[in-house]
């Protein structure tokens, strides 16, 4: 139990200092932006001069990937950190100058992030047999997961591990097992009373 609480102690704070680091990010793009709109003047008077407005496109399609950075922080997902590197191939390829083989490279390189994002993506991740997942997730995909039959009289896995410390009449907290149709169920974080994050574990621990 100590440890699970060490652990997640240490994750809420690691946690606090990206949202904080993440709001000092959100502060620079804002004056950045700023200054973005007092370019719009020598963009007007600029308008023949190509390098003028490439130089306004780059500097404006960094402050949307700086965007994408901070919901990537906040959501913390996988998917989130492919829309950003879409992104910022994206920009890549519309802003700098490329050569024919450079254009056709990063031109590749989108197409594997959305055969990836497509077939190969997953939600959670798993290790040494044991799969990591968000409470939220529904029980209808964390059957497909794990690949085992799970009740449905809650919505959630959240929902089920609670309702089985319901009807053992034992306590929610962190690192306790719960066994539900054979399937051992770790909870792994909580806040403020509410589970965030599950551990399929194997039957044999």
């Known amino acids: 139990m100590l ?3 060490f652990r997640n102690y240490l994750l809420r704070w690691s946690g ?12 620079s793009i804002v004056i950045a932006a700023i200054g973005l709109v007092a370019n719009l003047y020598g963009l007007a008077q600029n308008m023949d001069n190509s390098d003028y407005f490439q130089r306004f496109l780059g500097s404006t399609m960094a402050l949307i990937i700086a965007l994408e950075l901070i919901k990537m922080i906040v959501r913390d997902t996988v998917g989130s950190t492919i829309e950003v590197l879409l ?16 254009f056709l490279i990063g031109i590749i390189a989108i197409g594997f992030l959305f055969l990836i994002r497509k077939y190969l993506f997953v939600s959670e991740f798993s290790n040494e047999g044991r799969v990591v997942v968000s409470a939220a997730m529904p029980v209808t995909e964390a059957e497909k997961l794990i690949k ?50 599950l551990e399929f574990i194997d039957a044999s621990e």
């Open 3 to 5: 440890k699970y609480r």
């Open 16 to 27: 606090h200092m990206e949202l904080f680091l993440s709001f000092l990010l959100l502060i």
């Open 148 to 197: 085992k039959p799970l009740p449905h009289q809650a919505q959630t896995l959240g929902g089920v591990v609670a309702q089985i410390a319901g009807q053992e009449d034992r306590k929610l907290q962190e690192g306790e097992v719960y066994v539900c149709n054979g399937v051992k169920i770790r909870i792994n974080r909580m806040e403020d009373g509410i589970i965030q994050v």
């Open 87 to 102: 992104i910022a191939i994206a920009r890549k390829l519309i802003v700098s100058e490329q050569d024919t083989l450079g």
